[in-house]
């Protein structure tokens, strides 16, 4: 019984991969259900099996990028570092997970633009919106303790958190444009970002 338990998982896991890259190459929209099984190797039903159709695949998927970064945050905003040291390791994280594996998240960026505009997937949008806020409730908080330990100017929690947005952003669509190589180093663009706001 285990090891039918194991086989499951690992078909499971073949057929998450190859949507990953069928969705890179294709799109979510062009995406047809055959295109998935034909790349993994495998037939329509084993992805019923699993999934109930692609949208709970790309759902997966983004879940299984996005979940690792709050739990690595929720472990930094632990540590026994001050407010700044944290906002640097926190923003190192995201942007060196960009760097890691860059042309999946822009093009699960690009799925989530094309779902938003066709209105499709609400529960996507609700999940990566409340995940978004999350993480600006945490960085206005730190940000608020920098100020109040005079670390950081005193500045607009709100500003700062939608530059740190845009910035994060950015990156991202620098990458889409293979413009991000493994030479741009996340340190210094982090360190100039924090250099404006250190008092």
Known sequence: MKRTKEQAE??????????????????????????????????????????????????TLAKEEVDPFFEIIYQIMNE?????????????????????????????????????????????????HQKGEDARKVLINLIKEGIKMGELKNVNTRVVTDM?????????????DGEITIDLHPESIVEIFLNGLKT
């Not at 993994?40 to 992805?47: F, H, K, Q, V, Y």
Request: net charge positive; glycine share 4%.
């Open 10 to 59: 690992e078909t499971r896991r073949q057929l998450l991969e190859a949507a990953k890259k069928v969705f890179a190459t294709k799109g979510f929209g062009a995406t047809r259900l055959s295109d998935i099984a034909k790349e993994a190797g495998m037939t329509r039903g084993a992805i019923y099996w699993h999934f109930k159709d692609k949208k709970e695949m790309l759902l």
């Open 80 to 128: 026994s570092l001050n407010p700044v040291e944290k906002i640097k390791k926190f923003l190192l994280v995201i942007l060196e997970q960009l760097n890691k594996d860059k042309s999946f998240l822009c093009n699960l960026n690009l799925n989530f633009i094309e779902l938003n505009l066709r209105n499709e997937l609400p529960e996507i949008k609700s999940y990566m």
């Open 164 to 176: 740190i947005n845009a910035l994060i952003s950015g990156y991202l669509l620098m990458a889409e």
